[in-house]
């Protein structure tokens, strides 16, 4: 399956994603708890595909996300937030996102908006 980079600033979010991806048969191939991290693992690890919290300290999800996308086009990233920020949503899509999860976030729901983005 996918190799995964998980970037995401709480270490709870963070080991849910490893379980239910690694169930799903992909990878963890590296964590970050900040964009800033985030796009430097990018960079060093070349991932199939990026989870991406959109509120995090120091760089945020969506600046990550275009940094990302400016290193390579082709990036896939599936942006993770919380219940309720349709406008910031919007903005991640607008801004390359694949696909995007909401937290709390279901097995099926992870699984799915993964599969989606790796099409």
Do not use: W
């Not at 937290?103 to 699984?111: E, G, L, S, T």
Request: overall charge negative.
């Amino acid at each position: 399956m996918a190799k995964i980079l998980i970037v995401d600033d709480s270490a709870v979010s963070r080991k849910k994603l490893r379980t239910i991806l690694e169930a799903a048969h992909h990878e963890i191939i590296g964590e970050a708890s900040d964009g800033a991290v985030g796009c430097r693992k990018y960079e060093e690890l070349s991932p199939d595909l990026v989870t991406m919290d959109i509120t995090m300290p120091k760089v945020d999800g969506i600046t990550a996300l275009k940094d990302i996308l400016k290193f390579n086009p082709l990036a896939r990233v599936v942006m993770i937030t919380a219940l309720g920020k349709g406008s910031t949503i919007l903005d991640s899509l607008n801004a390359g996102a694949k696909n995007y999860i909401t937290k709390p976030f279901a097995n099926d729901q992870v699984i799915d908006a993964i599969a989606e983005a790796l099409e």
